[in-house]
Every structure is written in C-alpha cells, then in structure tokens.
C-alpha cells in the first residue's frame, strides 16, 4: 500500500482523519494511520502544525482527555446553537453540587457526599451521572457495606475541553480563607 | 442585628422592627424548600443573608431562625424534614455547649462551632464549584465538535466467483430441489367455535346422535374433522354435552348435557 511520502500529504491524512472520526482520536489512534511507520515525536510536531495551520480558519484543533478533535471556534457557537433551539435541559442543583463533589473530592462514596451537601443522595442524581458517561465506580471501600467508590470519567473531561482533572478550576478558588475564630 | 427603630405602617398596623425577613407565608414554603438543597444550604442561607460572620455565628439566634424554618417544614413535607432534624439537634448541642462555663484556657479548636463552621464553608465551595462547573462551556451546548460525514468503506475484498462456480453452485441448487418436496400450507378458516354452536343445533334437534354421524364424511376435508372434533371435547369440557357409551367398542352416544349432572 502506499504510504505518504511528505509532511504536507501526511497532515491531510491527519486532518481527513480527525474531521470524520465523530470522537477524539488519540495518539496511538492516529499512527495506526501511517501503519507504524511514524514516530510520536513527529507526529506530535505534525499535530501541532496542524493546529497552526487552521489557526485563522473555522475550527480549532484541540487536545482533550482521550486525544484530538477539531471543534467549531467559540465565536460561532452561538450561530450553530439556533440550528437546534431545543436547548440541552440544565441540570438540577443537586446533580451539579454531587458532580462538583465527585470531581473535587474523588473517589467517594454516596456517603461523603452526603456528609459534604447535608442531605441524602437521590438515586436518580448518579444515575443521571452514570447515564452520561461523566461517572463510574471505581471500586469499593473497604468498609461494611464496601459501598461503591464514584469518579469522574475521561468523557466528563472531553466534554468540559479539558485534558486532566488539573485542569478544572483550582478548588481553593471556592473557600474562603480561614480566619480564628473569635471568643 | 438591626436595632434601628423604624416608623413603618403596613396594612394600618405600626412597625417598629425590622419585618423577620425570615418570615415565609406558608403556601410559600413549599417553593422555598425546592430552592434549598439541604439544612447546611438553609444555614448558609441564613448566614449570608444576615451577614452573619461564617467564623463567629451567633449560635442562638441562627438555631432560633432555623428552627422556625424546620417547624413551618414539619408540617408541609415530612419526608424532606428528616436531614433538616439532624441538623437541628447539632444546632441545640454545639447552643447548649457554648453555654457552659468555660475553663480559662480554651482552645481554638475546642470551639464547639469548628465542626459546623468547617462543614458550612465545605459546602459553600462546593456550591460555588457546582456553579462554576454548570457555567463551562460544554459539549453538546456551548461547544460544537466537528464531524464531517465521511462513508467508511468496507476494505475487505470480496471473495472472486467464476463462471464454474456458478455453474456448480446451479447443480447443487438443482440437486437438492429433487430431494425437497413443497407443501401448500393454507390458513383453514375453520372456527371451533363455529362447529361446537353447529353440533350444539343438531343435538337440540335430535336429542342424541351417534357420535360417527356427527361426521360428514363425504363432503368434509381432514381439517374439518378435526376441527369437528375438537369442537366436541370443548363442548365436553365446557359441560355442555353428555358422551356415553355402554360397553367398549359399543357406539358412542352424544346428548345435551340436562340439568344436574348424575
């Protein structure tokens, strides 16, 4: 079979490739492309060209948690948006605060976080959770019970534009800090 | 607290206080308590509303307040109120506690409020952090993930057939047609239900009927008779119709079922 014999021919076999993959495509993936006669190296360096290449183009190519997609640039989000008026259903606060805990404080179990919100844990909160592939179980607590420990997926990465957990906001950004108490 | 006289008519009543800001008309609770994700959320509320310092909450006044809430709370949606009694009852301790004589060295952490004040401001960076989650830009909302259609093809090669293989294939075909017979299977529009209301008129016409009369012979095809009779055990089984015989191999004998059965 033939292969690409310059950097330009194998771009475009990089481009071709990451527009019509529908997911994000990650290193490993991408030298299958060239039936391993390409090194991590050069392919990185051929990706970061890429990027630059579409630089003043309409999409950008991204790196996120399980590898690279090109997404439409954030100034036409709101063009496309009104392709489907029928906007994703926010989440409720609950959903969102065990979410929160999840990432933040992960693994834990139902019972930290009920001890952090105070309240007991709906089912139906992890289960939405765990219906859109942004948590899973991990393992058990070896405690009695061995109640389920929950994390946060590559997929809540991916679909937050993230590449790691240290990329969230940085969690002392949210607490105020400490001060004595008085008498 | 605001001390601050105040001259206020409402509804031709005076005001000298401050309204309770805390006071919830109580066909409004119920909204309220959508709005509250928990006791540690009302006592943020609480806090914050009154600017109350997170790091030196005025016990008593805070259990008071909440308290009403948990009462108004009680008597609307009990389900919802168990969490909010826990809390309560950490309230009236760490109240109770504060109460009692302090020995002249206290510690910092023997503050009976560290565990709440801890919990408290847990909470509210989790709050803050859900807030922040829910205001990133997503996929599936705010960022669009290209996907240009692309027509996978198959790459296995299909197998090459030449015209021998046709050919032997054709024999084959041919061959095993010899070996299988077709039978016409048609859909008998044949209703038991018909034949037992059918046998039911002849019996109530003659009385009793020997049972291999009851078979036309000549003019029904086998599934007819099976159908016939299989109408007659349904109207055996249904009681509707007395089968009797004398002796075996005597002939059998069909009547209306009379009465009582003997």
Redesign the interface.
């Known amino acids: 079979m033939r292969e690409p014999d310059n950097i330009q021919e194998m771009k475009q076999v990089l481009e071709a490739a990451l527009l019509t993959a529908g997911m994000p495509l990650s290193l490993d993936d991408l030298l299958r492309l060239f039936a391993g006669k390409m090194e991590r190296t050069t392919l990185r360096m051929l990706l970061d060209e890429l990027k630059q290449d579409w630089a003043d183009q309409t999409l950008d190519l991204v790196q996120v948690a399980t590898g690279y997609r090109f997404q439409a640039k954030a100034q036409y989000s709101e063009f496309i948006a009104r392709l489907n008026p029928e906007r994703q259903p926010k989440y409720s606060r609950a959903v969102m605060e065990t979410l929160a805990i999840i990432a933040y404080r992960q693994p834990v179990t139902r019972g930290d976080i009920e001890q952090i919100r105070g309240v007991a844990v709906n089912p139906n909160v992890i289960r939405q959770l765990q219906e859109r592939e942004w948590i899973d179980v991990v393992g058990q607590r070896e405690v009695p019970g061995r109640p389920s420990l929950y994390a946060t997926t590559k997929y809540f990465l991916d679909d937050l534009n993230l590449r790691s957990l240290a990329e969230l906001p940085p969690f002392e950004e949210f607490t105020q800090s400490e001060i004595p108490l008085s008498e | 607290m605001i001390e601050s006289p105040i001259h206020a008519k409402i509804n031709g009543e005076t005001l000298n206080a401050l309204p309770q800001d805390l006071y919830i008309p109580p066909d409004a609770l119920e909204v309220y308590l959508e709005t509250f ?5 009302l006592l943020l509320y609480l806090i914050r509303k009154h600017n109350l310092d ?3 909450i005025p016990m008593a006044q805070l259990t008071v307040q909440y308290m009403g809430y948990v009462e108004k709370m009680k008597v609307i949606k009990l389900e919802l109120a ?2 909010y009694l826990l ?1 309560s009852a950490m309230l009236i301790e760490i109240k109770s506690r504060m109460l009692l004589p302090k020995p002249t060295e ?1 510690a ?1 952490e023997d ?1 009976p ?2 565990e709440l ?1 801890r ?1 408290l ?14 205001a ?15 027509q996978h093809i198959s790459q296995v090669k299909p197998p090459e057939v030449g015209l021998d293989d046709l050919l032997e294939a054709w024999k084959n075909v041919l061959k095993r047609a010899k070996l299988n017979q077709h039978h016409q299977l048609g859909r008998a529009e044949l209703s038991v239900r018909e034949h037992m209301s059918q046998i039911l008129r002849r019996l109530s016409a003659e009385k009793m009927v020997e049972f291999s009369a009851l078979f036309d012979l000549d003019d029904a095809g086998i599934p007819k008779l099976v159908v016939h009779f299989l109408a007659i055990l349904e109207l055996a089984k249904e009681g509707l119709v007395r089968i009797t015989q004398q002796a075996a191999f005597s002939p059998i004998y069909l009547q209306l079922q009379t009465g009582e059965p003997e």
């Open positions: 994700e928990g006791p540690l959320d997170i790091l030196d168990a969490d809390m206290v910092e503050d409020r560290a004040v919990r401001m847990e909470y509210e960076a989790i709050k803050l952090a859900a807030q922040r989650l829910d990133m830009p997503m996929v599936g909302a705010e960022i669009q993930v290209a996907s240009a259609y692309f």
